[in-house]
């Protein structure tokens, strides 16, 4: 079981250039989440689609773009990457009932 | 809005020793309660969880209550081992219609010496 996988697990990149943060998962989850993790900041919600076709703005929105492409698969881009951004991403997925299944994480670093 | 305030750390502790992590929450309604941990170079999972109150959430050890009286959830474990080291997020859920989305705490960090 892959559960839920996420590209690229590392990438640099320079300010203002843009990338997509690619995430899918294999269990038939409904609902889809990014969230970014910073030290002493915990894990801040930046996204999430509660089902297919849906997208909704969570605590962090600024900067980011999402898109559910289908059920499997939820990706996060940025138009043009600030310092600020610099962070590890996660998605995750759940059945709804409050068990979120995470990726291992993308760790991204904007110069 | 919903709130988690998690004791702040490291927390470094000798192996057997009790290990306890405050959490407590400011929600409206009903959350539902949990702990999730992360090892160190990986993503985030579910250690245990409580729906409503008085439910106890157990796993690998860890134990805790849901107190709605104190709006507390805080984690216990008796005898803690050296692969337990991790972060522990303690989190609510408060699914208004259809949006089950998690508020996490701050995570506290735990480190286990031989």
């Known amino acids: 079981n892959a559960g839920v996988t996420q590209t690229p697990k590392f990438q640099v990149l320079k300010t203002g250039q843009s990338m997509t943060l690619q995430c899918a998962q294999d269990m038939n989850h409904n609902s889809m989440y990014w969230y970014r993790q910073d030290p002493g900041m915990g894990l801040r919600l930046i996204y999430y689609s509660a089902s297919e076709g849906t997208t909704d703005k969570g605590e962090v929105p600024n900067g980011y773009n999402v898109s559910r492409l289908n059920k499997r698969e939820f990706s996060l881009r940025l138009e043009s990457a600030a310092p600020s951004q610099t962070s590890v991403y996660f998605c995750a997925s759940s059945r709804d009932t409050g068990e979120l299944f995470f990726g291992e994480g993308s760790r991204l670093t904007v110069l | 809005g919903d709130s988690v305030t998690q004791m702040e750390g490291p927390v470094t502790l000798s192996e057997e020793a009790f290990l306890t992590i405050n959490c407590t929450y400011t929600?409206?309604?009903?959350?539902?309660l949990f702990w999730y941990v992360q090892y160190p170079g990986e993503g985030l999972q579910l250690l245990l969880k409580a729906t409503k109150a008085d439910d106890k959430g157990s796993n690998k050890g860890f134990e805790a209550t849901y107190r709605k009286e104190t709006t507390s959830f805080h984690l216990e474990k008796g005898s803690v081992q050296v692969s337990d080291s991790a972060v522990y997020f303690c989190a609510l859920m408060n699914s208004g219609g259809s949006n089950y989305k998690l508020t996490f705490g701050k995570g506290t960090l735990l480190t286990v010496n031989p």
């Open positions: 929600a409206t309604g009903y959350p539902s």
